[in-house]
């Protein structure tokens, strides 16, 4: 016969495997109305060149996503839209539930894919094989494409972003990005990352268009670090954007993924949590405390970071993110 010690463990194991499995039990039942797979015309800049504004620069790309479309949708109906922007590992089964999630919502949503069309699989071991910088580049252009879509309210797309994919999330809010790779009379209508990597100071980021932009962070993550991004929303503030950070006390990195265990050791993982960087002359990126150009070889990137799903958290950032979505696309 188990101890009261076991039984109290087993039955806290058994009640956080049921709440692990809620979400994606509810999501089967949310499946899309209409499923479409859209090419977008890309390029691929290096940081340098995103930075200087090089439009044209790198090479081009043809990348995709997915937009699925709520059902069900009345004849000539348009409905707002979130583009997903996915992490360092690709496309996953918490993105599908978030997707999932917009749709029950009346929301759609477009899964932007950056790796497949460029050969990639994962950045997670090795990140110079894309920046996390032209991954916004992809994101403003699938922002044009489904602002001319039949389906689809140009107003009202947002873009949501997943650490590596959170930069072009929220970093999109900048005038000056807009300006450079935006397309003038498309502006996303909100802003949206989970775990944000927001540990580069860049030249006038204070400086954002009005579109509400919300941050979601795990305390204890030790992949990307919070502490960063509560530097940034607090200069965000005192411009005077409209910006939120929710902080979660139990969350891990990728806090938010039911798939995968409580906590996992990530021993490969590349990881720039020691890092703090700032935008120098010529779009060069600095580490701030030598004040020399940064690399992946400098001593604050480290090895090594840890992920975990947090039910408590999880459930808290879905009805925030939820939430949210509703009051500023649907209203």
Not at 6 to 18: I, S, Y
Not at 27 to 50: D, K, M, N
Not at 250 to 268: I, R
Not at 310 to 326: L, T
Request: glycine fraction near 12%.
């Amino acid at each position: 016969m188990p101890s009261s010690r076991t039984g109290r463990f087993g039955g806290l194991a058994v009640l956080l495997g049921l709440l692990a499995l809620a979400p994606a039990a509810r999501a089967q039942q949310q499946a899309p109305g209409r499923v479409e797979v859209i090419p977008i015309a890309s390029r691929t800049l290096s940081g340098e060149e995103f930075l200087a504004g090089a439009r044209e620069g790198g090479k081009p790309a043809l990348i995709a996503g997915e937009l699925r479309l709520p059902a069900p949708l009345r004849p000539g109906q348009r409905v707002p839209a979130v583009v997903l922007v996915h992490g360092s590992g690709g496309i996953g089964a918490s993105t599908d539930l978030w997707a999932r999630e917009l749709n029950a919502a009346g929301i759609a949503a477009f899964l932007l894919d950056s790796f497949a069309g460029r050969g990639i699989v994962s950045t997670v071991q090795d990140q110079s094989q894309l920046h996390s910088l032209a991954m916004m580049v992809d994101a403003y252009r699938a922002l044009d494409v489904l602002a001319q879509h039949p389906r689809i309210r140009a107003d009202r797309i947002a873009v949501m972003g997943f650490s590596k994919g959170a930069v072009a999330a929220v970093y999109s809010a900048m005038g000056r990005f807009q300006a450079a790779f935006g397309t003038q009379g498309h502006r996303f209508a909100a802003h949206i990352g989970l775990y944000t990597p927001c540990n580069v100071a860049y030249a006038k980021d204070a400086e954002v268009g009005p579109a509400p932009i919300r941050l979601f962070h795990g305390v204890v993550d030790d992949y990307v670090a919070i502490g960063p991004c509560r530097d940034y929303a607090a200069r965000l503030k005192q411009a005077g954007a409209d910006v939120a950070l929710a902080e979660y006390a139990n969350g891990q990195h990728s806090f938010d993924n039911p798939f995968q265990p409580l906590l996992v050791t990530v021993a490969d993982a590349q990881t720039t949590r020691g890092c703090r960087l700032e935008e120098g002359p010529g779009g060069a990126l600095l580490n701030s405390e030598t004040q020399r150009p940064y690399g992946l070889g400098d001593a604050c990137v480290g090895r090594g970071a840890h992920v975990g799903f947090d039910p408590v958290g999880a459930a808290a950032v879905r009805a925030a993110v939820r939430g949210f979505a509703e009051e500023r696309l649907l209203r």
